[in-house]
T-cell receptor, first 115, second 110 residues
Framework: GAGVSQSPRYKVAKRGQDVALRCDPI?????LFWYQQALGQGPEFLTY????????KSGLPSDRFFAERPEGSVSTLKIQRTQQEDSAVYLC?????????????FGNGTRLTVT | DAKTTQPPSMDCAEGRAANLPCNHS???????VYWYRQIHSQGPQYIIH???NNETNEMASLIITEDRKSSTLILPHATLRDTAVYYC???????????FGTGTRLQVFP
């Protein structure tokens, strides 16, 4: 079946604007993750959902970042009042469940540029 | 999660085996070793994972030392398309997230 789909692929925002990034996980996958990847760095964990429950948001850098997954499928990462330091690739990943022996499947990300 | 140590970069000739090392000396008994790679402008791609035993799939082989403190990812016949950043990650059985390091940038040359 289809993999993890993210949209838009690219987003340019002016500083101070709000943005919303969408993730469509693999059908039936219970676990969903958001990561942030700065240029030249490895992905950094932001938040994790199991179905609609947000179980870990320890990686969200500030209260301007908000994620939701209301029906346990599609997820949206929202960034309010964007700043230049928010420029990065935002990656979404899903997994069949939260067992440690099951791999995460990543989308190709949304590249956010804040000008 | 235990931290991993990888060389920042490696080169490999096309058609030869690429052997990518990873040290994870503080790994716990319930932690898996995962390998992902990331090709430019794409998301990380799962390659292989293992707990104790060596593993092989259509992409690669994973060799884990008996004390589990290090591992090697082997790409048996590297191609130009294998040029990527390779991440070695340890992940506990009952945890939720992967924690990435900075990985090894593998350059395959003709």
């Amino acid at each position: 079946g289809a993999g993890v789909s993210q949209s838009p692929r690219y987003k340019v925002a002016k500083r101070g604007q709000d943005v919303a990034l969408r993730c469509d996980p693999i059908s039936g996958h219970v676990s969903l993750f958001w990561y942030q990847q700065a240029l030249g760095q490895g992905p950094e964990f932001l938040t994790y959902f199991q179905n609609e429950a947000q179980l870990d948001k320890s990686g969200l850098p500030s209260d301007r970042f908000f994620a939701e997954r209301p029906e346990g499928s599609v997820s949206t990462l929202k960034i309010q009042r964007t700043q230049q330091e928010d420029s990065a690739v935002y990656l979404c990943a899903s997994s069949l469940n939260d067992a440690g022996d099951l791999p995460l499947h990543f989308g190709n990300g949304t590249r956010l540029t804040v000008t | 999660d235990a931290k991993t140590t990888q060389p920042p970069s490696m080169d490999c000739a096309e058609g030869r085996a690429a052997n990518l090392p990873c040290n994870h000396s503080t790994i716990s008994g319930n932690e898996y070793v995962y390998w992902y790679r990331q090709i430019h402008s794409q998301g990380p791609q799962y390659i292989i994972h293992g707990l104790k035993n060596n593993e092989t799939n259509e992409m690669a082989s994973l060799i884990i030392t008996e004390d589990r403190k290090s591992s090697t990812l082997i790409l048996p016949h590297a191609t130009l398309r294998d040029t990527a950043v390779y991440y070695c990650i340890v992940r506990a059985f009952n945890t939720d997230k992967l924690i990435f390091g900075t990985g090894t940038r593998l350059q395959v040359f003709p």
